[in-house]
C-alpha cells in the first residue's frame, strides 16, 4: 500500500510510472461479457437472485467443470459470491469454528491470511522455498501437523510465485487431512493461466475439498466483483445460511455478464489473452535472467514473477522504493507476502503492455548498473 500510495503521488507530480505492481489483467472484461452485462440492464435485472446465486451461472459453472475438466461438480455444489474474496470468507466463516488453525504457506496472497484472522485463527505460515515449487506438499503438512489444524489452503497457480501444484499431490494432501477430519481448500483463481500444462482443478474430486474461484483474473472482471465456491455437499445449505446473512446475493448484472463467460466466443478472447500473458512472461524472464536478480522458479502460471535480490539488495522493501524514486518502476516487496526470506524477493505484475514492460526492464538495468539500492 505504502508503494501504491507512492505511484499515486508522483503520478500527480507528473512522473511516468511503469506499473508491474497491480494483481489485475491490463485487458478490460470481453466484449461479450459487457453485452450480456448490458443486456441484463437492459432488461432491468436488478433485484437479487437468491444467496446461492442464479441457478443458469451455477448450471454453466458445472457444466464448465465437467466438460473441460472432467470433474463431477454439481450445480447444487456452487455458490455464487463477490469475487472470490466473498467465496473465502464464506469458507473460512463455516471451517474455522470448531478448530481454529488456518495452515499456509509462507509466501502467500496476504488478504486470504488477513481475512482468516478477523475470524480469530491462528494462522500456521509453514515456510516455503524453490525445493518445493513454493507450494505446500503432504510433507510439510504432516510434519506441522497437530489436532487444531481446521483447513489447509492452497492457492495454485500460486500468487506471488506463479508456481502450480499437481493435482495428486493436491489429492494427497487432502486424503491426509480427511483422515484427521480438516478440510482442504485450494484457490484455484488463476487456474486459467497455466502455461505450462492443461489446467486442472480438484473440484468435486473429494468430499473435504473447497474449491475457490473467481472471474477475476482469466475473463478479466475484476471489477464486476463476481466469483464462485465449490463445496463438498454436506456444507451447502450451511454455507448458503451465512450467503443469505452476510453479503444476501452477488451482483445481479454481473452474473447475467458471467454467463457469458463460458461461451466459445469469449473463451477465444480470454485464451488469446493467456498466450499474450505467457509472451509477456517469457520476455519478463528472459530479460531478468542477464541481470543479476534470480527467479527461482519459473512461473507455470498466473502474471506474477517472484524475484530474489539478495545479490544487488539486503532489504527489498528498500529497493523497491529506490527503484521506484529513481526511475518510476513499481514492484511489490516480498514483505507483502509473508516473512520467509521476504527481505530476499519481489514480486513483478506481468500486467501492462509489452513495450511497458520492456521499457521497465531497461529502467531497471540502468538503475543496476547505478549500483541499486
Ligand atoms: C490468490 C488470490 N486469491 C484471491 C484473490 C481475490 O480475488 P477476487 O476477489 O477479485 O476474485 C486474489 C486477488 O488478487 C488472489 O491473488
Request: glycine share 6%; aromatic share 10%.
Amino acid at each position: 500500500m505504502d508503494i501504491l500510495a507512492r505511484c499515486k503521488a508522483m503520478e500527480a507530480q507528473g512522473r511516468d510510472i511503469i506499473h508491474m505492481e497491480i494483481g489485475e489483467p491490463d485487458f478490460p472484461a470481453p466484449q461479450p461479457i459487457m453485452d450480456a452485462g448490458l443486456a441484463a440492464l437492459h432488461q432491468r435485472q436488478t433485484h437479487y437472485t437468491s444467496a446461492q446465486g442464479l441457478p443458469e451461472l451455477r448450471a454453466a459453472i458445472s457444466q464448465d467443470y465437467q466438460q473441460r475438466f472432467n470433474c463431477p461438480v454439481e450445480a447444487e455444489q456452487i455458490l455464487i459470491t463477490p469475487g472470490a474474496s466473498g467465496a473465502i470468507q464464506l469458507v473460512f466463516a463455516y471451517v474455522l469454528q470448531a478448530r481454529k488453525t488456518l495452515m499456509i504457506s509462507d509466501p502467500t496472497y496476504p488478504c486470504n491470511r488477513n481475512v482468516a484472522q478477523l475470524f480469530n485463527a491462528q494462522i500456521d505460515a509453514i515456510a516455503v522455498d524453490e525445493q518445493t515449487d513454493f507450494q505446500l506438499g503432504l510433507e510439510a503438512v504432516k510434519a506441522h501437523w497437530h489436532e487444531d489444524v481446521a483447513a489447509v489452503l492452497i492457492a495454485s497457480p500460486s500468487n506471488p510465485t506463479g508456481t502450480v501444484s499437481k493435482q495428486q499431490d493436491l489429492l494427497a494432501i487432502a486424503d491426509f487431512l480427511a483422515s484427521q477430519g480438516s478440510v482442504l481448500i485450494v484457490d484455484e483463481i488463476y487456474q486459467g493461466l497455466n502455461y505450462a500444462s492443461a489446467p486442472s482443478s480438484v473440484a468435486g474430486l473429494r468430499d473435504n475439498i473447497f474449491v475457490i474461484n473467481s472471474f477475476s483474473k482469466y475473463f478479466g472482471m475484476t471489477g464486476w466483483r463476481i466469483g464462485w465456491c465449490v463445496a463438498p455437499p454436506a456444507y451447502i445449505s450451511s454455507l448458503d445460511a451465512i450467503a443469505q446473512n452476510t453479503y444476501l446475493a452477488s451482483s445481479t448484472p454481473a452474473q447475467y455478464a458471467a454467463l457469458a463467460a463460458f461461451q466459445q466466443d469469449t473463451l477465444a478472447i480470454v485464451e488469446q489473452r493467456r498466450v499474450i500473458f505467457q509472451q509477456r512472461r517469457d520476455l519478463m524472464c528472459a530479460a531478468l535472467n542477464d541481470l543479476p536478480l534470480h527467479v527461482p522458479c519459473i512461473p507455470q502460471g498466473a502474471f506474477y514473477i517472484y524475484a530474489n535480490v539478495a545479490a544487488v539488495s539486503a532489504d527489498s522493501f528498500h529497493f523497491c522504493q529506490q527503484l521506484l524514486e529513481d526511475t518510476g518502476v513499481a514492484v511489490t516487496p516480498g514483505c507483502d507476502f509473508g516473512q520467509q526470506q521476504a527481505h530476499h524477493y519481489i514480486r513483478f505484475a506481468y500486467t501492462n503492455s509489452e513495450q511497458r514492460l520492456r521499457e521497465g526492464m531497461e529502467r531497471l538495468s540502468v538503475f543496476l548498473e547505478g549500483g541499486g539500492s
